[in-house]
């Protein structure tokens, strides 16, 4: 991925994972380059992450999801894309 900052502003991003390790990872890489981040993960709390985030740039959501349930999924995309703005 290019270090040019604001080379995903507009863009959105879900990533699933995002509390820690490399799912955080990409999060914050993401934000730091300009894309709005929904972080998905077990946890029910995304406070730090989204305080990373706004920190690399970008205010992001938090979505606590089970990411093994279809249903579950399902809308938690679907959240996504309304708090996000768009498809």
């Known amino acids: ?4 900052p604001g080379r995903l ?3 959105k991003a879900l990533v699933t994972g995002a509390s820690r390790g490399i799912g955080r990872a990409i999060a914050l890489a993401f934000a730091e380059r300009g894309a709005k981040i929904a972080v998905i993960a ?3 709390s ?3 992450i989204l305080k990373e985030l706004a920190d ?5 959501v938090y979505l606590s999801c089970d990411v093994g349930s279809r ?3 399902r809308r938690i995309i679907e959240k996504a894309v309304t708090l996000l703005g768009g498809h």
């Open 1 to 4: 991925m290019s270090e040019t």
């Open 9 to 11: 502003a507009g863009k």
């Open 42 to 44: 077990k946890n029910p």
């Open 46 to 48: 995304g406070d730090e």
């Open 56 to 60: 690399a740039g970008t205010p992001g």
């Open 71 to 73: 249903e579950a999924r």
